[in-house]
């Protein structure tokens, strides 16, 4: 079969009179699965079951500083954790601050404390007229939904295979005060899968920002989920940024969340000292501190990072097969047309998938109804507003291999279809 | 002895180097204790240890709802812990938001909230030229630091064995809408002890206040912290303001903290069903939700409020005989002289203290000169400021028996030596 555009209108109607066949007979099998959400599968989470027994009633729960983790004090994390995060981030244990359960809440929180109380002394950001933030595209959805809430104006920017188009960036930022941040996941990027080549993140470290209290909010959520046993490196921002002159401009996110149990993992954040300081202070007021005992656990069940990398050389073996049986059935499915494109990531949790301009939201849609839940059309892009229509977040973590192979051909069929009937209808 | 006021200036003196001599014999002994927080002792939280083991490898951590708890989902609380949250507080379960670790963070979250956004559609209170909050005195330093955090302007109100001043409050809430809420520790008050009355609390729920987005801060943190196996009731706040019509008026707090591990325990709120949606709606953006596997963790330790109430009466026993001895020796120090009366609350953290006008700081300054460290004078009241100079919070539950009776004879000297040279230096 020829490429969609090229046929005639003959071929064209023939093509999708076929693709509905098919597409029909899927959705009469009545299938239930939910592909909406990047999520952990259930042999994951078997691998930290030992979690729940590294901590029990016959721990000493005494701190390597004397503290006893049972009770009130410590504001920032355990030293143990502070280590285990500064060992990842490549950063001293002053430059580390270890929270609760979420880096969602680490980076919502420190928008919030911007927007009332400013940064290092700044105006405080929801005193100013305007507040922008560039979210290089696509992105993650939870980022965007952050900014929308605090009504900050997005600015999206295209990316490319080493990362945001630096060009734009650096302009923007240099001429316009009233950007004030950016959104970046720098490895293993959500949901591209790109990692941002040296020369990007030297150009991220010496930006010139009109604004004083500019922030690069690096979300490293999947700086170790590598899905070959090869790590893709990425440069350290931190450092590039106190060469540069420029030690406050990052605040760098990491959790647990994907690596033992979301929402029962350790969550933190890295910045300069003077940043940690500042939001350290803040914390004082909001908090009696993170769940020491949790951290205790992890560290008792990790060691050290060499334990939280061998751990994701398991999480690793799980994924990759889904990941391969995502590429493999799209290239098998799309092998006849040409109206998609999809990422070969090395890591992280997602595929991103282009379907025809126009296409998408029909697309997730049609999956919809055949019982496959895709993640919103759109949701990758501020403000849900996929300007070509065209960009959908594959998950292939939870779901097993068969199923995922059967919800690639559903989203396949779906594809070609939406297209053909874009085709049709715009007269081809 | 007679009362030091009605002394002579050489009788005064007389007592005043006597009372050095007794100071420099404490000092001598090089004693180093910290009483500055109410923080629970080592055998308080023994009790607790089996809450390590009451989720371990082999739990089945599938919710009552069918729900992974090892997994992504549930904003809002399991539904056990939310059951548990809707017993104590006397709502329903959707009336509960079990959240994380701290009710300070969900009281500090709620006031950022109203600051950024406003409350159920109202001005956002940060957009407002002025905010003021009322704060019931003495109280909570915790408090009125987050209120001063984010710049809003506390008025302190007095309080009697009753509560608060409600003519007081009445009259400021309906004349003035710059007052947006007030801080209240509703039941064995922090620090003093008591208890609001029913018509206390029904006057709170029938408030006409000028501000349609006036909230009372309800934190019932020491709700079951029963000194003697016997609880003083509390009206129910939340079925007294549906009554009055005002039933978005209070939001209610709580947490376990000083009941299992603080820091790894669990922290809720009740409102109404109004109030927590639109908590919820920000939560939707702020987090992943809260550490499911430590509320089954608790869950599956207490069982039910039965549990719960249970472990209270073990706690009671652990530091009632503190309160005793601390009682017993303050009567017996101070039973010479007319410069202190304290507080004898019937459940709660703290008793306190008031020292002569003019002398707290200075006696919590001898305090740590002979090594008894005790909560900074003046916390106890907005911005730090004591008009009077006179109230000492003690905090008993962490030392030992022994060493507050030791501790408490160090208080009452230099309370009686700081009275002392306050009288002389005033010409007596």
Same mark, same amino acid.
């Given at each position: 079969m020829a490429s969609f555009k090229s046929m005639n209108r /003959?071929?064209?109607?023939?093509? $999708?009179?076929?693709?509905?066949? /098919?597409?029909?007979? %899927?959705?009469?099998?009545?299938?239930?699965?939910?592909?909406?959400?990047?999520?952990?599968?259930?042999?994951?989470? /078997?691998?930290?079951?030992?979690?729940?027994d590294s901590v029990n009633s016959?721990?000493?729960?005494?701190?390597?500083?004397? !503290?006893?983790?049972?009770?009130?004090?410590?504001?920032?994390?355990?030293?143990?954790?502070?280590q285990? #995060?500064?060992?990842?981030?490549?950063?001293?244990?002053?430059?580390?601050?270890?929270?609760?359960?979420?880096?969602?809440?680490?980076? #919502?929180?420190?928008?919030?404390?911007?927007?009332?109380?400013?940064?290092?002394?700044?105006?405080?950001?929801?005193s100013l007229?305007?507040?922008?933030?560039?979210?290089?595209?696509?992105?993650y959805d939870r980022h965007f939904a952050i900014t929308e809430y605090f009504g900050i104006k997005m600015i999206p920017v295209p990316m490319d295979e080493n990362g945001p188009a630096m060009d734009f960036i650096e302009s923007a930022v240099a001429s316009d005060p009233a950007i004030k941040g950016i959104w970046?996941?720098?490895?293993?990027?959500?949901?591209?899968?790109?990692? %941002?080549?040296?020369?990007v993140v030297r150009r991220f470290a010496n930006l010139k920002p009109a604004a004083k209290d500019f922030r690069i909010f690096w979300d490293n959520a999947y700086c170790i989920h590598h899905l070959f046993h090869e790590d893709?490196?990425?440069?350290d921002i931190l450092d590039e940024c106190k060469k540069a002159g420029n030690p406050n401009m990052v605040y760098m996110y990491f959790s647990t969340s994907k690596i033992t149990f979301p929402g029962a993992g350790l969550a933190g954040m890295a910045s300069s000292k003077e940043n940690i300081t500042a939001i350290k202070k803040r914390m004082t007021v909001q908090s009696i501190g993170p769940d020491k005992i949790n951290q205790l656990r992890h560290m008792k069940f990790f060691k050290n990072l060499?334990?939280?990398l061998e751990q994701m050389k398991k999480h690793a073996d799980i994924i990759r097969p889904k990941f391969e049986a995502v590429d493999s059935t799209l290239t098998e499915q799309f092998a006849d047309s040409d109206v998609a494109t999809w990422s070969k990531p090395n890591g992280g949790y997602f595929v991103s998938l282009n379907v025809m301009d126009g296409c998408a939201k029909r697309t997730v849609q049609l999956c919809k109804e055949a019982g496959v839940t895709l993640t919103n059309a759109g949701a990758t892009y501020p403000y849900g507003n996929d300007p070509h229509d065209s960009n959908? $977040?594959? !998950?292939?973590?939870?779901?097993?291999?068969?199923?995922?192979?059967? !919800?690639?051909?559903?989203?396949?069929?779906?594809?070609?279809l939406a297209a053909a009937d874009k085709l049709l209808s715009a007269g081809n």
């Amino acid at each position: 079969m020829a490429s969609f555009k090229s046929m005639n209108r /003959e071929e064209l109607t023939a093509v $999708r009179n076929q693709l509905q066949a /098919e597409y029909d007979a %899927y959705k009469a099998k009545g299938l239930s699965l939910n592909m909406a959400r990047g999520i952990p599968s259930k042999a994951q989470l /078997e691998l930290s079951m030992g979690l729940l027994d590294s901590v029990n009633s016959s721990t000493d729960l005494t701190g390597i500083n004397g !503290a006893d983790y049972r009770n009130y004090g410590i504001l920032d994390g355990i030293p143990e954790a502070k280590q285990l #995060f500064a060992d990842l981030f490549h950063v001293t244990t002053d430059e580390i601050i270890v929270g609760g359960n979420s880096s969602l809440t680490l980076m #919502f929180d420190t928008i919030s404390s911007a927007m009332a109380h400013g940064l290092l002394g700044s105006t405080p950001w929801a005193s100013l007229p305007e507040v922008k933030f560039l979210c290089p595209v696509p992105g993650y959805d939870r980022h965007f939904a952050i900014t929308e809430y605090f009504g900050i104006k997005m600015i999206p920017v295209p990316m490319d295979e080493n990362g945001p188009a630096m060009d734009f960036i650096e302009s923007a930022v240099a001429s316009d005060p009233a950007i004030k941040g950016i959104w970046c996941v720098p490895k293993y990027s959500n949901p591209v899968g790109i990692t %941002y080549s040296d020369e990007v993140v030297r150009r991220f470290a010496n930006l010139k920002p009109a604004a004083k209290d500019f922030r690069i909010f690096w979300d490293n959520a999947y700086c170790i989920h590598h899905l070959f046993h090869e790590d893709v490196q990425l440069l350290d921002i931190l450092d590039e940024c106190k060469k540069a002159g420029n030690p406050n401009m990052v605040y760098m996110y990491f959790s647990t969340s994907k690596i033992t149990f979301p929402g029962a993992g350790l969550a933190g954040m890295a910045s300069s000292k003077e940043n940690i300081t500042a939001i350290k202070k803040r914390m004082t007021v909001q908090s009696i501190g993170p769940d020491k005992i949790n951290q205790l656990r992890h560290m008792k069940f990790f060691k050290n990072l060499d334990g939280l990398l061998e751990q994701m050389k398991k999480h690793a073996d799980i994924i990759r097969p889904k990941f391969e049986a995502v590429d493999s059935t799209l290239t098998e499915q799309f092998a006849d047309s040409d109206v998609a494109t999809w990422s070969k990531p090395n890591g992280g949790y997602f595929v991103s998938l282009n379907v025809m301009d126009g296409c998408a939201k029909r697309t997730v849609q049609l999956c919809k109804e055949a019982g496959v839940t895709l993640t919103n059309a759109g949701a990758t892009y501020p403000y849900g507003n996929d300007p070509h229509d065209s960009n959908i $977040r594959i !998950a292939p973590t939870s779901p097993t291999v068969e199923e995922l192979t059967e !919800a690639m051909k559903i989203l396949a069929v779906s594809a070609k279809l939406a297209a053909a009937d874009k085709l049709l209808s715009a007269g081809n």
